[in-house]
């Protein structure tokens, strides 16, 4: 079992990382590899201590080689549940589930809201992750809202076992094929039904379906984890970065504004003493 597990490759995720390194804490880290997209597409960068004026991507370099030099390693999967049991947490990827002692949420904000009934859905018949639900949708109708082209293979692994797939992509260029899917071109607003999902509500039709998959980057905290306090939103948390779960610490954009890198990283040093004192 490990310290922590921290979820979140942005400033504020790589600050609390190179500081549990330095506390000698175990930690598993959940992220890309790259880090945030956020931080390689920005233009200038001019307020962060000790870089002066760099770009987004130069910024990004200087922190892998960072993280590099301090044999920090990234684990490419996507959480999909953090759960409470207790005296410890347990972190679930896809069908895998790793356990720590306290967990520290980095995890940015959405570029994609939520739609309405999305999170009112969530468990019946709304899901975040194709290779942990896709099963229950065997030779049925759904839908696929998503956000980019890294989790195309995921359509098509769903496509693979639904009867029907309804696309609606929020990017450009879109290059999965498969004779069961249909892309829409009406912006999904809602998620509706009863006791579960019935229908995706676009702009311009309704579509009857059985289940809808959101693919994104990044999941509300509050559909993450089951019990989290949120307010607008944002994770509600102390100035030690605590949130309302006992051992479960946020820090960075989920907090809420300035969204600023050096803020980021600032409670992710916080968080990670916080944590550390916690132990």
């Avoid at 069961?180 to 999902?197: F, S």
């Amino acid at each position: 079992m490990y310290d922590t597990a921290i979820i979140g490759t942005g400033a504020a995720g790589i600050s609390a990382a190179l500081t549990l390194k330095n506390l000698n804490k175990t930690f598993i880290w959940f992220g890309s590899k790259r880090l945030s997209e956020k931080i390689r597409k920005a233009e200038l960068i001019k307020n962060y201590p000790g870089l002066s004026a760099v770009t987004g991507e130069e910024m990004a370099n200087i922190f892998c080689a960072q993280i590099q030099a301090e044999s920090i390693e990234i684990t490419e999967k996507t959480v999909t549940g953090v759960y409470a049991l207790g005296t410890h947490f347990s972190v679930l990827c896809d069908k895998e589930a790793f356990e720590a002692k306290t967990v520290i949420l980095a995890t940015g904000v959405e570029s994609v809201k939520p739609i309405k009934g999305e999170l009112d859905f969530l468990g019946r018949g709304v899901s975040y992750c194709a290779t942990c639900d896709g099963f229950l949708y065997r030779d049925k109708t759904i839908a696929v809202v998503c956000t980019s082209k890294e989790f195309e293979h995921e359509i098509e692994y769903l496509a693979g076992i639904a009867q029907k797939v309804y696309l609606a992509p929020i990017y450009k260029d879109v290059a999965v094929q498969a004779e069961n899917i249909e892309i829409l071109k009406g912006m999904p607003i809602e998620v509706a039904g009863g006791k579960r999902v019935e229908k995706l509500i676009c702009k311009d039709k309704e579509i009857q379906v059985d289940g809808v998959f959101f693919l994104k980057s990044a999941i509300a905290p509050s559909a993450l984890v089951p019990g989290l306090e949120t307010e607008n939103g944002q994770v509600k948390t102390d100035r030690k970065g605590r949130t309302n779960l006992k051992g479960l610490f946020a820090c960075g954009d989920c907090t809420g504004r300035p969204y600023q890198y050096v803020k980021a990283a600032g409670e992710g040093n916080v968080c990670a003493h916080a944590v550390a004192e916690y132990l």
